[in-house]
Each structure stands twice: as C-alpha cells, then as structure tokens.
C-alpha cells in the first residue's frame, strides 16, 4: 500500500511539474483585489470552484463553476468571470475546443466589460499557447495577449496587465528572445508585488528562472526562487511552495546536483502529502455537512411529496371532468357538422345534376349545329359540282366565295385564343393603343404562333398582302427589322 502511494506521489509531482508554465497565473484568477469585486468576493461557490481550479482540480472545479453558471443572471459580471473560470478548467483537463468555445462566446457578447474581455482574452492567449491549435498558434496567442494589454493598460487593470506581460514574457521566451522576455516578466512581477499578490508572484518568479535557465544563468535562477519562497509564508500556500521546491529540484538537476535536486523532490513530495491531506479533510467535512442537509432536506421532500400527491389527485379529477365536458362538447359539434355536410351533399348533387343537363343541352345545340353546317356544306359542293360539270368556272368560284364565312372562322378562333391567353389583348392596347383591328387580328395570329401561309388562309387572302400588313405593323410598333415578330408577341 506504502508502495502504491510513493508511486502516486510520484506520478502527480511529475504532472504538477509539466504544469508549472501552462498555470499562467491562475492563483484567485479572475478576481482584482479590490472593493469593487465585492459581488465575486460574496459567492463562495465562486471562491470554492476557484480553489480547487487554482490548485488542478478541474473535476472538482467544473461541476461548481456550471452550477453557478445556471444560477447567476445571464450578462451579469460574475456570469463572464465565471465562463472565464470555467474556461481555465477546461484547459487544465485539455478539453481546448470547450475552452475556446466559451471564451469566443464571452467577448462576443456586448454586455462584458473591458476588465473581464481583457481577462478573456489572456485565457485565449493561454489555450493558443498550450494547445498549438494551429501552425501559427505562437503568433495567435501574442496577439491575444497584446489585445488584453492594450485594454488593460488604458484602464489601468492592473491585475490584468501583470497577467498578460507574463503571458507575453513565455511567447517571448519561447521564441528565443530571451532579454526582451526577462523585462517584460520582471515588469509583470513587480506589478503583482505592489498588488501583494505573492502566489501570482510565484508563477511569475519561476517563469523568469525557466529564462535564467536557458541562458545557463543558474545563480541567477536560483536565486530568485529563493526570494519568492519568503513570500509564501506570508500566503501560507502550501501548494506554491511545492512548485517552487519541484522547479529547484529541476535546476539543481540540471547543474548536476543530484544531491540538491533529490532533496527538493522529497520535500516537494511532503509538502504535496500534507496538501492532499488537508484536501482530504476538507472534502470529508464537505461532505458530513452535505450529508446532514441531505437528511433534512429528504424529510422536509417527503412532507412535500404528500402535498404534491394530493394536489395531484385534485388536478387528475378536474383534468377527468374538463375531458368529460369536452368530450360532450365534441360530440354536439361532430353531430352537427355531419348534418350540416349531408345538406350540402344534397345541394352539390342537385347542382350537379342541372350542370349536366346544361351541357347536355349546350352538346346538343352544338351537334344540331355542325348537322347544318355538313348539309349546307354538302349543297354548296353540290352546286360547285354542278358548276363545274357545266365548265362554268367563274359560277363555281363566286359560289365558294359566297360560302366561304371568314367572321365565323375568326370568332372560334378568338374563342380557342382567349382561353390560352385571357390578358393578351388589354396587354397588347396598353403598349400600342393605335393599332386597328386588322392589325390587332395579326398580332393575335402572330402570337398564336402562325406563318404567313397559314394567316392568308385563314383571313382567306394573298399572302403578299399578309407580308405587307406585316412590314406595316413592324413600323407601328417600332420594332427592328431583326428581331422576329412571332418571337416578339409570344414575349409579349
């Protein structure tokens, strides 16, 4: 079991190192210390969610930070700061998309103010950083960070302006800039001292020694570790000491005393099990005190669920009567609709019927009709047969002309051409008004689609006189000698 825990130690002092540089001044993050954050200094799920954040405990951290999220009002100061918290979380548990996510959602918003928008954006500087979501993630999280510092600078946000030198610092170093990176890093970090924020101070304290140490200045790295730890006392934070203590265990590694770094390693590793231990006891307490307000609350919820089934039963019987009286209501309703609808059955059949019998009419009159018109045909071929059997060619051609009745071929035209073009005509008089009504003939036989052969023999003349008329209309309508009228009238 001894065994078990030494390897666990172990494994957690390992990850808590990985993590000294992607905390980036987590420490209470999001509150100034000052007296106009007396809103967030007043929620204690806000201060729990944030010591247990601040400390890598993002699993206990989350479930807080979304339980306060749903109960603080939308838009609100603490809402912002929360999303910005919760957004840290994420990142500690590597969930960069969720991070992301909320932070855009948060700057997005019109509502957040500028000390909150600036801390939002170092937090996306952050995810840029650690995550290398993109080729240029480098770039990306300077420019973040530059946003947040111009922001804060302007309003004088101090808190945040140390943060996003830090932020700006590490890129810096990273990009192997190292003098602009330690004045920037050692700005930030006086900034924190005169806000006596000594556990950000720390953060910051061990980013400069990473400097010190890639320029092989380990005297220098050491020693300003050294410094900060005297501050710890005054924080009493058992938690920071540990890092500083891993961080010297990783100097004195690697200037090759393992003496020195074995010995930072263990006291780290004690330090880490009081910690947890504390932690344990604190959650133990958490939990007896849930644990009573459980048994209170479950007799206070059955007292109500007794209310409740009554009130249930109460609602179930008027649901039952109101269903009833619908019901019958319904009912009515139907057996008259269905009166009603026999009725008009009735009324349409007996409509039916007379329409049938008009057209029944009307097919008759139509077939009597076209009986005339076959035998007064059959007469006038009769004569014309007679005509021409005397060779009497000039009798046989005035008694066709005679016969021949172009208004009537005109009119069942019409007829046919309304039908498949009810707005032709009023169209055709509101763009030409002064056309004729021969002119107004061939522009309906033009629509309709006819040649010229095919309109003289309807009209029953030449047609020349067809292509006469039809250069006479191309002027009156003023269309060019291009363009086909046919295509023109059906555009029409």
């Known amino acids: 079991m001894k065994i078990k825990r030494i390897i666990l130690l172990n494994f957690l002092g390992i990850l808590i190192s990985l993590n000294i540089n992607a905390q980036h001044l987590f420490e209470y993050s999001l509150v100034k210390q000052s007296n106009h954050e007396s809103l967030i200094a007043d929620s204690i799920l806000f201060s729990e969610a944030q010591f247990y954040l601040y400390r890598g405990m993002s699993n206990i951290a989350i479930p807080k930070l979304l339980e306060l999220l749903e109960q603080t009002q939308v838009n609100s100061k603490l809402f912002f700061k929360t999303q910005i918290a919760l957004s840290e979380a994420y990142r500690q548990r590597r969930e960069y998309e969720k991070g992301f996510d909320m932070l855009y959602d948060a700057v997005k918003s019109p509502y957040i103010e500028d000390e909150e928008k600036a801390s939002a954006y170092t ?3 952050a995810l840029f950083n650690e995550s290398r979501k993109t080729e240029y993630y480098a770039d990306s999280a300077y420019k973040y960070s530059e946003m947040a510092l111009y922001i804060s600078e302007k309003n004088s946000f101090d808190f945040v302006t140390a943060t996003a030198k830090n932020e700006i610092g590490w890129i810096l170093k990273q990009r192997g800039e190292q003098d602009q990176a330690l004045l920037l890093l050692n700005e930030s970090m006086y900034l924190f001292k005169e806000l006596k924020m000594y556990l950000h101070m720390s953060n910051v304290a061990i980013n ?10 380990f005297e220098e790295a050491n020693r300003i570790i050294d410094s900060t730890m005297n501050y710890c006392d005054k924080t009493n934070d058992q938690y920071m000491l540990m890092r500083l203590y891993l961080h010297k265990s990783k100097l004195y590694k690697l200037v090759e005393n393992y003496e020195s770094a ?19 006891d604190k959650q133990i307490m958490e939990m007896a005190a849930k644990y009573d307000l459980e048994l209170k609350e479950a007799k206070i919820l059955e007292g109500q669920k007794e209310s409740e089934l009554r009130r249930q039963d109460n609602v179930m019987l008027i649901i039952i009567i109101i269903i009833l009286i619908i019901s019958l209501l319904a009912a009515i309703s139907i057996y008259r609709l269905n009166r009603k609808n026999l009725l008009q059955e009735k009324n349409i059949a007996k409509m039916k019927a007379k329409i049938l019998e008009i057209d029944y009419a009307k097919k008759n009159q139509e077939l009597s009709g076209a009986i005339a018109n076959v035998v007064s045909y059959n007469k006038v071929l009769e004569s014309v047969k007679t005509a021409i059997s005397q060779k009497n060619q000039q009798e046989a051609i005035s008694i066709l002309n005679a016969n021949i009745n172009t208004e009537q071929n005109w009119h069942s035209f019409l007829l046919s051409f309304n039908q498949s073009f009810p707005d032709f005509f009023s169209q055709l008089k509101i763009k030409h008004p002064n056309l004729s009504e021969n002119e107004i003939k061939l522009c309906a036989l033009l629509k309709a689609g006819f040649k010229s052969k095919d309109i003289a023999g309807i009209l029953s003349i030449a047609q020349t006189s ?14 060019d000698a291009d363009i086909d009228l046919i295509e023109y009238f059906k555009n029409l």
């Open 123 to 125: 937090r996306i500087a």
């Open 208 to 217: 400069i020694s990473s400097v010190y140490m890639t320029l092989n200045r």
């Open 262 to 280: 074995f010995y930072y390693q263990e006291e780290a590793r004690r330090l880490q099990l009081v910690f947890l231990n504390n932690l344990l």
């Open 466 to 479: 067809v292509d006469k008329g039809r250069q006479r209309l191309r002027k009156k309508i003023n269309v």
